[in-house]
């Protein structure tokens, strides 16, 4: 498969909403070579850090989102921000480690955002790693 985007995944089909299936299913994958390859001849998860602090912001306003990632292996790693629903589909994304979230204008004062950074590295069987921001509506 093209691992240039994550938008190449396949994605679950009808029976399974979880966005976050095919991520642990690679990742059991690559740590099952783990038992019979080198270290070095393994992929190893991607690590984010500083990863920027949850946030107040109003409708219509718009939030600076912002993290580091690395790769033990120095993989190339895809990076993207993603809101979901309670359902698990998707109602904002944006490719990369920096993004500026717009709040929904609808938003109402009291909600509570979450953001989600997925960075996944580029390998055989890629890794993938999590960070999450909220953003509380005022």
Known sequence: PDLSS??????????????????YQEDFAARAQWCAHPFEECNHAPAIS????????APGEKV???????DPDGDGLQCRWTRYDGYGAVLWQAEGITADFPVPS????????????????????????YAQVGIGVR
Request: with cysteine.
């Open 6 to 23: 994550l938008t190449d995944l396949p994605k679950p089909d009808g029976k399974n909403p979880n966005p976050f299936l095919r991520a």
């Open 50 to 57: 500083d990863v920027c602090a949850d946030a107040q912001a």
């Open 64 to 70: 600076h989102l912002s993290a580091q990632a690395t």
């Open 106 to 129: 609808d938003a109402q004062p009291g909600e509570f955002l979450v953001l989600t950074l997925i960075v996944r590295d580029v390998a055989e069987h890629p890794m993938t790693r």
